[in-house]
């Protein structure tokens, strides 16, 4: 039996991360199909999956990351490696996860050093255009975002008082989302289901169309600008906001003079924050431990990986939308899965010391190398 790819699952480092790339079920379809997966030491704890069950789906479990990413050619994360991960880098070594390079200077130019080849899974692009390992965590993060804003309303956490749902004879709350993507689509739905007051904006007028069509016209659809944006932020008890440019650092969209008009005891949640954020007074990273602060008498959510806050869900969520790019790297090996799997390859953003994504390179006035240049033509 020969062993063609080795996987390494470490635990995640970055705080208030509970997640782990993959679930017990998604290891055993690898490991049945003969590749060696390792994972560290209770790295699927905080998610519900004990070493006894990775180890039943045929992983082995080591009790050091040193050992994982000494031994793996391919090391599968959720979020992007933190500073004490950075001397572990190992030429020709394939990274696959969340990275959000726009953001992280200091990872690229490591990635770039020890000439890494980084598969980000934000990047990756489906054949049909969309962002297919973005969607399930903005699916997750478009839900908490209303469970955390009825949470935050509550006069107790520091909110106005107001039940998003209302009851007969009171108007509900309301609920404001800037950008109708999936993020966006996920939180009206919850919104609505609790019966609040919906809005969303944005600049694609046949999205908006395609929200009143789906939600049968129980949304206010407006198209975004200076004037709309600051009228309905008036009127918000919650306000979502949810724009996102895959490999670019996010928009600014909610100026600080925007908040200040918001109504006191109102909830605030920039759900782009990972990629640099929507809103110009997120001036500070929160976490799951400390997910909010007071400005302008709004509260303020910034959480960077707000599906953490849900790990068996978001865990399961990830592993099932990674695995098929996963088995694409074990049945061929990872140069040939990126030289002829062209959703695969639109995740590369770095690769053996050249950047290889444009825009990552326009972030940081990079030099651009087309990937084709160094894998060569697809194999026909």
């Known amino acids: 039996m020969i062993t063609k790819t080795i996987f390494g699952i470490p635990k995640e480092l970055k705080e208030d991360e509970y997640r782990v790339a993959l679930t017990p079920d998604s290891v055993k379809i690898i490991t049945d199909s003969e590749h060696k997966v390792y994972i560290e030491k209770d790295a699927g704890l905080l998610s519900g999956f004990t070493n006894e069950m990775y180890v039943e789906a045929g992983a082995e479990i080591l009790d050091t990351k040193e050992e994982i990413w000494n031994k793996a050619n391919v ?27 726009a953001v992280e200077k200091e990872l690229v130019d490591n990635l770039l050093k020890k000439k890494v080849c980084a598969i980000c899974a934000e990047s990756i692009r489906s054949n049909e255009g969309g962002y297919p390992l973005l969607r399930p965590m903005s699916e997750v993060a478009g839900r908490l975002a209303i469970q955390l804003g009825a949470h935050y309303l509550e006069l107790n956490n520091g909110g106005s008082g107001v039940l998003l749902g209302g009851v007969p004879g009171v108007r509900p709350g309301k ?3 800037v950008g109708g993507g999936t993020v966006g689509s996920n939180a009206a739905k919850v919104a609505l289901g609790m019966g609040a007051d919906v809005s969303v904006l944005d600049i ?29 932020a008036k009127k918000a008890d919650v306000l979502v906001s949810a724009v996102l440019i895959p ?9 600080e003079d925007v908040v200040k008009q918001m109504k006191k005891g109102s909830f605030l949640i920039d759900v782009a924050i990972d990629q640099g954020g929507n809103v110009e007074t997120m001036d500070r990273v929160t976490s799951i ?44 090996g990872s140069f040939m899965a990126i030289k002829n799997v062209d959703s695969l390859a639109s995740g590369v953003n770095t690769f053996r010391g050249e950047v290889t994504n444009l825009e990552l390179a326009e972030a940081f006035g990079f030099e ?9 033509f697809k194999v026909r």
């Open 247 to 255: 490999n670019r650092k996010a928009p600014v969209l909610i100026t």
């Open 175 to 177: 609920v404001v989302i």
């Open 289 to 332: 431990k400390n997910p909010v602060f007071e400005k302008f008498g709004v509260t303020h959510c910034a959480i960077p990986n707000l599906p953490s806050m849900t790990p068996g869900t978001s865990s399961f969520a990830y592993s099932y939308a990674i695995l098929p790019y996963i088995m694409q790297i074990a049945e061929s």
């Open 204 to 232: 694609n007028s046949k999205r908006l169309a395609f929200l009143d069509l789906i939600f049968n016209g129980s949304i206010k659809t407006h198209y975004f600008n200076t004037t709309t944006i600051l009228e309905e």
């Open 368 to 376: 651009h190398t087309e990937l084709s240049l160094l894998v060569g």
């Open 75 to 101: 090391i599968i994360k959720v979020k992007e490696p933190q500073k004490e991960e950075y001397s572990l880098f190992r030429e020709d070594q394939v990274i696959f996860s969340y990275m959000h390079l």
